[in-house]
């Protein structure tokens, strides 16, 4: 999957320069949504419904194969669990996108469908 679109709680700035990254690494990004927040103690209350009502108004481009929910102060589990139904495509955040790596890297198994939804 190479069509990202990024959610982050960042102002414009920041946010900016995830997509940036994603672009170097190789990634097309196809949208962005941010939601204008500078600091950690409103990232942590960032709910599921913020994120998901952030998304619809950003209309996620048909051309996207997966959302990637960026921060990690953020709690994406429903997120993850339930975006995927509404947009069809599956939605990784930080946490869960370093938890499938931290688990592959100690040699454990690990089923996507358990990390990724």
Partial sequence: MRKIWVFTPYKLERTLEEVEYLTEKGFEVTGYTYLGFSNGLEYT???????YLALLKSKVSKDSEIIYLHCTNIITYKAIKYLPKTFGIPVISENSASLYMTLKKLGLTVRKENILV
């Fill in 45 to 51: 209350n960032v709910d599921y419904k913020t994120i």
